[in-house]
Structures are given as structure tokens and as C-alpha cells.
């Protein structure tokens, strides 16, 4: 794969349509197997994490366990109200040591092995869900750009395209085949026999 569409934005030269088509396959195809892993790795994860809360259900909006021990519930909804209070604070960064500079920040989780588990689950779950949007943009946009010889386009001119985020976003055709400048070269030099 091209290094350049590891930037984001960057612009790309392509001999023609299908040099262009190969190389969105080739990013299609390294979605799928990206998402396939993390998949994997999530599974590994929750199953994982199941077996060391058997026999402990967790109440979904608290995220507390659920043990009834006669009170009624009333420890649970303390530990519930309690939890409210304390989510004044921005939620988002409960768990997490943040370290920021002026341009950026990075978050790092804290807390126990459970929590830092839980929090990898979080974050697995949102890489998949992005990656399959983005593996839908890219097969919406090669169905585009195969559509594009049917609309007059010629499938051998070289083009320049404009990638953001590893997705084709601008192309831009240019007058002439790319295959036409290879064929034809002028020559200062040439030798040129007589005829008698």
C-alpha cells in the first residue's frame, strides 16, 4: 500500500482507473481483516470478563452488582445516588489520568485490572464501530469510481486523488493517457538511413 495514504490529507498520482480501483480493494480488504481481528480480540475480552463475574448480576443502568441482602435495595440505591453526585464531574474522564499539552491530550486508564479491562472492551467497541463506517464509505466510493468510465470518463487517463482519512474525497483527471506518455517519446537523436 501506498505510504502517502498513511497521511491525512494527501494526494496521490494513479496511471489510471484501475490502479486507482486496486488500491481501494486493498484498503477494503485490510478493513475486513482489521475488523475481523478486533472482533476477535472482543470476544476473547467479554468472555474473559464473564467468567470472573459468574454468579454476580449487574444491574444495567448502575453497572453496580445487584445483591439483594434483605435492605430492600436501599445500599444499592445509595451507592446509585452516591454515583449521580459524582457524575457532576465530567464523566468521561472517571478512570482515566489525562495528560494534555496546549494542542492535544492523552488519557490513560487507572484503576484495577477489572476497570482497565473494561475500559479496553469501551474502546474495542468504538475501533469496530468506526471501521465498519469507514469500510462502508469505501465500498460506496468504489461503486462511484467504477461508475465513472460509464460517464464519459476515459479508464486510461492518469489522475490525481485526494485522500482524507484513507478515503478517496477529490479526483482529479488529467488531459492525457497515462500509457500515451509512455509510447510515445520524442527523440533528440535518431539515425536515419539513405535510399538509393
Do not use: C
Request: proline residues 3%; charged residues 30%; neutral net charge.
Amino acid at each position: 500500500m501506498n505510504s502517502d495514504l498513511l497521511l491525512s490529507p494527501s494526494l496521490v498520482s494513479f496511471e489510471d482507473f484501475s490502479e486507482l480501483m486496486e488500491t481501494v480493494d486493498e484498503s477494503i480488504q485490510i478493513h475486513r481483516k482489521a475488523i475481523a481481528k478486533y472482533e476477535d480480540k472482543l470476544g476473547v475480552l467479554l468472555r474473559g470478563s464473564g467468567e470472573s463475574k459468574q454468579g454476580i448480576n449487574f444491574d444495567r443502568e448502575s453497572q453496580m452488582p445487584n445483591l439483594d441482602n434483605g435492605n430492600g435495595g436501599e445500599i444499592q440505591q445509595q451507592k446509585v445516588d452516591k454515583k449521580r453526585r459524582a457524575s457532576s464531574a465530567d464523566q468521561s474522564d472517571l478512570g482515566w489520568l489525562v495528560l494534555e499539552t496546549e494542542e492535544t491530550s492523552v488519557k490513560v486508564a487507572t484503576g484495577s485490572v477489572t476497570s482497565t479491562t473494561g475500559k479496553q472492551v469501551e474502546a474495542l467497541f468504538k475501533i469496530i464501530e468506526s471501521l465498519k463506517a469507514k469500510l462502508a464509505s469505501l465500498e460506496r466510493v468504489r461503486k462511484l469510481i467504477s461508475d465513472l468510465p460509464a460517464q464519459g470518463f476515459k479508464p486510461n487517463q492518469s489522475i490525481v486523488v485526494m485522500f482524507r482519512d484513507g478515503i478517496p474525497r477529490q479526483i482529479i483527471p488529467s488531459n492525457e493517457a497515462a500509457r500515451a506518455y509512455k509510447k510515445f517519446r520524442y527523440s533528440e537523436q535518431f539515425d536515419a538511413q539513405i535510399l538509393a
